[in-house]
């Protein structure tokens, strides 16, 4: 018989462990995954799908009866004896069904799977009486492993979906019904819409234009605090409040500062004309 292997490899996703060893935890789930992904492929269900796509029903190595020891024993005594000393068996169905049954129990005991080291790679080997049939059906059960992996997460995704449009119509339904509440409130005390909007009345205007005062004038105190603390912090250090940029940029304070400047050259031109000496 001859045997072919095909590849497997699988999505690495690692779960942190609840143990301190993340790695040991790690190696741990993933022994675990890839033992269930042996056993998808081994399963009679994923091999079924195999024994239907490549028509194995009508592939006499897989198909044809399976006599018992007991069974071929009795042949060859009736054989080689001139006398019967056992009876025939019944012959096995012919059936479709039964051809099935018995290719997919061939093929079970045909495949196996080895993972590669500790690495995510499973290994698929088949073996058959023929070296194509072998590499075909290797080929097929790795096929058949991926087609169904792609079903099952297409299935989950249809069930998500179905289950995020019911939450949104919920949703739905529940806002309008709150609408409906709010209209009827407003109609009920006489709330008037404003020029922001339906959802909008005058009370509620009224505090979005305070709220935006306030935040005005706490931005102005913040402004005056940083003010304040920067003249303190000149006045301790016995600077000039004169460099600051408000004393720098007003016409009062360049006003003193002109003035203050005559005055110094006047009392000069006076120091410079009475002297010490002046009779």
């Avoid at 042949?75 to 019944?90: D, G, N, Q, T």
């Avoid at 119509?169 to 020029?195: H, N, P, W």
Wanted: charged share 25%.
């Amino acid at each position: 018989k001859y045997a072919s292997t095909v590849s497997i490899l699988l999505e690495p996703k690692r779960p942190g462990g609840l143990s301190d060893d993340g790695q040991f935890a790690n190696l741990q789930v993933d022994s675990t995954k890839i033992g269930t992904v042996a056993s998808i492929i081994e399963s009679s269900t994923l091999l079924s799908r195999v024994v239907q796509s490549e028509n194995l029903a009508d592939d006499p190595d897989f198909s044809s009866p399976m006599p018992s020891v007991l069974d071929s024993g009795c042949l060859m005594l009736r054989k080689w004896l001139p006398f019967p000393v056992c009876e025939l068996p019944a012959p096995e169905p012919n059936t479709r069904e039964a051809r099935e049954a018995r290719a997919l129990y061939r093929l079970q005991h045909a495949v196996s799977t080895t993972r590669v080291n500790f690495t995510y790679v499973i290994n698929v080997q088949v073996v058959a009486p023929k070296p194509n049939d072998a590499q075909r059906l290797a080929t097929a059960v790795a096929e058949a492993y991926l087609d169904d992996q792609f079903e099952t997460r297409q299935e989950a995704a249809v069930r998500d979906t179905t289950w995020l449009a019911a939450q949104l119509a919920e949703m739905r339904t529940e806002l309008i019904s709150s609408e409906e509440k709010v209209e009827a409130l407003r109609r009920q005390y006489g709330l008037t819409e404003t020029a922001q909007g339906p959802n909008s009345t005058t009370d509620r205007q009224v505090i979005t234009e305070l709220t935006g005062q306030m935040v005005t004038a706490e931005s102005a105190v913040a402004a005056a605090q940083a003010k304040y603390q920067q003249v303190q912090r000149i006045r301790k250090g016995n600077g000039d409040l004169g460099s600051l940029p408000e004393a720098a940029t007003s016409m009062t304070i360049q006003q003193l500062r002109m003035q203050q400047t005559e005055v110094d050259r006047r009392i000069a031109d006076l120091a410079a004309r009475y002297t010490a000496n002046y009779p």
